[in-house]
């Protein structure tokens, strides 16, 4: 099948160039009238194991890819997915456990999901894609990574990674990336071929060589996983420990440092579990916007590039305010979805509840929702765009959001059944050909 | 029309009912507290960097002060003491060229720690300092005491281990090849490392009740080293038939005087000076076993398996051995614990590891009280 976007690297550099531009000029634009963002429902009626949507992430060839996991049942397993424009759909690419010859029967814990770990590869349009686990053997109600370590009949094989070539809709190969535990994020350096990611449930930073296909493993981080790792211009890469440091991995050092700081949490919080959640990169790849997996987080702006350590910028709450001495679940305060669209703002969703005293909502209105946000990265101006609506559940945990090449957005979703993810059609002002460019190298 | 996957197991089944329950309450630590504390002054210091915080040596004081030393990509030394108004890991600086600390033995008025790195096998000390005079609440004060090189133990070696001597008067090491000795009640100037005989090191040495310092022979035995005379005698204890090859470990019950080690299959055997080895007392859950230490009660406590330890603990008094599970810590700081680098028993009879990992914290343990019907 032809390439979408009928892109090859040399056009990609050229159309991502000229991007900041074109944002600043849609930004203008949309002051002036209220404009429509359609929202769209795509469940994974034929994956009906399906429970949760970790990963979305837009490929090499400019089409929006997903992973329909199944991890609420015992022996299931995920199949990526990808919406096709021509029929409005989605199509289901394969059975990722069949493909890397560990089945859901097995008996062991599955190849249920891809979490945060598709990463684009725009020179040879590669979509890497790597395993996570959770997912119970078939004959047992649950699967607990630390109990079952030890258990050679029961445990997890190891993450997968699969390299499927979206040019030829195949999967070109497969390997065993991260013995014994799965990979929660993935991150591809497309020029030094590299994949770093993080594994799970020890914490350790993983590097894979993609010429080599041999793993080093650089040992622990912390106990929290962070759920985005994030690449600058110096090949550097970044993610967070349990106490909101920065984790930094040079490669001509071959260490990993943490900031002598922590990332902006409310003052309430310690900082303790301040681990990104979700990052986007600006469209000059000069700063990155970041949510963490953390009740109560703020928007952050870091400029990776800039000084010994970064210029962190806090951007205010994402979600509303609350009573401080109120748990409120991780399910249900939450921020992800960060993409740049064609238009050049940042979009995300963030969740808002019912509060009896912060957000008092009539008793017909759903009790969560997922509201899509749409903030000027020069002004910081942010507008409420629309709200996501699940047919019969709850929208307001976003996983991933991308742009595909029409301009549209996608954002992936879970916590309701059936699972899916949803499409936001772009204003026709806003929309752009080749939004997607340049590519986000991580999940 | 597609359908969901049945589960092919009956959820109200005994056998389903005992796994979730073992999931549920057996996975982490299932009886005693831990607390795990990061190496640094908590809110007022940063902990030894990430790749520099393997936890490879601990030693303690009768009045509760730990010593312990790091290895990754520079060793550290560090105090830590967490009785009296204190809670503090300080860090007493970084012995040069140093990537391992093998041994860290209080003796004399010292600190001795034994480090392998660049510039070989090497002995430094420090002198212990009293904490217990600081107020770590407020208005506290430390000077990071200076670090003395006493050279390296034997030409070209690693050290492997080291243990203090009888009452603490000297120090016992053991390189790749040699056994070198120090006599802790020397001035710092005028310490002297002496090689006093020829054998292997391979894992952990231990003093015994007698005198002897034991440590693994060629073949299926112990060497001993007796302090009191300087002599060493090769293959002096034979030991266990199936003991096998892994790294020795050791623990001492201080009150009894009796040791306990682990052969390679995870069987816990007990020695004692005199009166030699014991039988299998128990097995642990997984091999191999790692560090151990005794509480006053006699219980042992230790971990074992790879890349992610179980605690154990055995009983002498019932001969039962049990799976604590996985550590994990939720005061101080919130924490997995997986790999474990050494151990000893604190001031009161808590039990506090090393934890040999990236970031590696101290771990205190506190051991289950025993239900009065326990009672000797």
Same mark, same amino acid.
């Given at each position: ?223 929290? /996983? =962070? ?6 211009? %110096?090949?550097? +890469? ?7 440091? @920065?984790? &930094? ?109 912060? /957000? =008092? ?6 009790? %969560?929702?997922? +509201? ?7 002004? @910081?101006? &942010? ?61 | ?376």
């Amino acid at each position: 099948m032809q390439n979408p976007s009928g892109l090859d690297r040399r056009n990609f550099l050229k159309a991502g160039t000229g991007l900041a531009a074109a944002g600043l000029a849609m930004a203008n634009a949309s002051a002036k009238a209220p404009e429509e963002y359609g929202v769209h429902w795509y469940p994974f009626l034929e994956h009906p194991d399906s429970d949760t949507c970790w990963s979305l992430s837009v490929g090499p060839d400019g089409r929006v890819y997903a992973a329909a996991c199944a991890e609420g049942v015992p022996g299931g397993v995920v199949k990526p997915v990808r919406y096709n424009e021509k029929k409005d759909g989605l199509d289901y690419l394969f059975d990722l456990a069949a493909m890397v010859h560990d089945p859901g029967t097995s008996g062991r814990a599955t190849q249920c999901k891809i979490h945060y770990s598709f990463a684009p590869s725009m020179s040879d349009g590669v979509l890497y894609m790597a395993t996570h686990l959770s997912g119970p053997p078939i004959d047992l109600p649950v699967y607990n990574p630390w109990y079952s370590w030890h258990d050679e009949k029961r445990r997890f094989i190891g993450a997968a990674l699969l390299a499927y070539d979206t040019r030829q809709e195949k999967v070109l190969w497969y390997d065993t990336m991260i013995p014994k535990e799965g990979c929660r994020c993935l991150l591809l350096d497309e020029e030094r071929q590299l994949l770093y990611s993080m594994s799970y449930p020890r914490d350790h930073f993983i590097i894979y060589d993609l010429k080599t296909r041999k793993h080093r493993d650089l040992g622990r981080i912390s106990s929290i /996983n =962070p759920q985005t790792l994030f690449l600058d211009k %110096r090949h550097r +890469v970044w993610t967070t420990d349990d106490y909101g440091h @920065l984790i &930094r991995y040079t490669p001509e050092t071959d260490r990993l440092e943490v900031s002598p700081f922590t990332l902006p949490h409310p003052q309430y919080q310690t900082g303790w579990h301040s681990v990104f959640y979700d990052v986007a990169p600006s469209p000059d790849r000069e700063c990155v916007y970041a949510s963490l997996w953390c009740p109560n987080t703020n928007l952050i702006r870091i400029w990776p590039n800039e000084g010994e350590w970064p210029r962190i910028e806090n951007l205010g709450p994402a979600t509303q305010d609350r009573d401080t001495t109120e748990v409120v679940g991780m399910y249900e305060d939450h921020c992800g979805g960060l993409v740049f669209a064609g238009d050049g703002q940042l979009y995300y969703v963030a969740s808002r509840w019912r509060d009896p005293k912060y /957000n =008092p909502m009539s008793a017909s209105h759903k009790e %969560r929702e997922g +509201v899509v946000w749409r903030l000027n990265p020069k002004t @910081l101006a &942010r507008e409420e765009v629309t709200t996501l609506v699940h047919p019969n559940g709850f929208a307001h945990y976003v996983t991933r959001g991308a742009v595909d090449h029409n301009g549209d957005l996608f954002f992936g979703h879970v916590g309701s059944y059936p699972c899916g993810i949803f499409r936001v059609a772009m204003p026709a002002g806003r929309k752009r050909e080749n939004a997607h460019l340049p590519l986000r190298v991580w999940g | 029309m597609q359908t969901k996957t049945k589960p092919q197991f009956d959820p109200e089944s005994p056998k389903i009912k005992a796994y979730l329950d073992d999931v549920h309450h057996g996975t982490f630590i299932k009886e005693g507290t831990m607390v795990a504390c990061a190496t640094c002054f908590p809110g007022m210091t940063t902990p030894i960097p990430l790749d520099e915080s393997h936890i490879t040596a601990l030693d303690g004081t009768p009045h509760g002060t730990l010593y312990g030393g790091t290895s990754g990509r520079q060793a550290h030394l560090f105090i830590a003491l967490f009785h009296g108004l204190s809670n503090v890991v300080l860090e007493m600086g970084m012995p040069e060229g140093a990537i391992e600390t093998a041994a860290v033995c209080c003796a004399g008025s010292r600190v001795f720690a034994f480090v392998n790195g660049a510039r070989g096998g090497r002995s430094v000390s420090v002198p212990q300092t009293d904490l217990y005079g600081e107020d770590f609440i407020q208005e506290w004060g430390y000077t990071r005491p200076v670090i003395t090189d006493h050279g390296e133990c034997s030409s070209g070696e690693p050290v492997v281990h080291a243990v203090a001597g009888p009452e603490r008067k000297s120090v016992v090491a053991v390189t790749s090849r040699h056994i070198v000795t120090i006599d802790a009640t020397a001035d710092a100037a005028n310490v002297k490392l002496t090689v006093v005989g020829e054998a292997p090191g391979s894992g952990r040495i231990v003093l015994g009740s007698r005198g002897g310092v034991f440590g693994r022979d060629d073949g299926n035995s112990l060497w001993r080293f007796d302090v009191a005379k300087g002599s060493v005698q090769r293959h002096a204890v034979t030991l266990p038939k199936g003991f096998g090859d892994a790294p020795l470990t050791w623990a001492t019950d201080a009150a009894s005087g009796l040791l306990y080690t682990a052969g390679a299959d995870g069987n816990i055997y007990s020695f004692h000076e005199g009166k030699g080895f014991s039988g299998v007392l128990a097995q642990a859950p997984l091999a191999p076993v790692g560090p151990m230490a005794v509480t006053f009660d006699g219980r042992l406590f230790g971990f074992c398996g790879n890349e992610m330890s179980k605690m154990f603990c055995f009983d002498p008094s019932t001969g039962k051995l049990a799976n604590l599970g996985v550590a994990a810590s939720v005061l101080e700081r919130r924490r997995y614990g997986y790999t474990f680098g050494d151990a000893v028993t604190g001031r009161d009879g808590e039990i506090v590891f090393g934890e040999n990992d990236n970031g590696g914290h101290l771990w205190l343990y506190f051991p289950r009280i025993k239900a009065a019907g326990a009672r000797a």
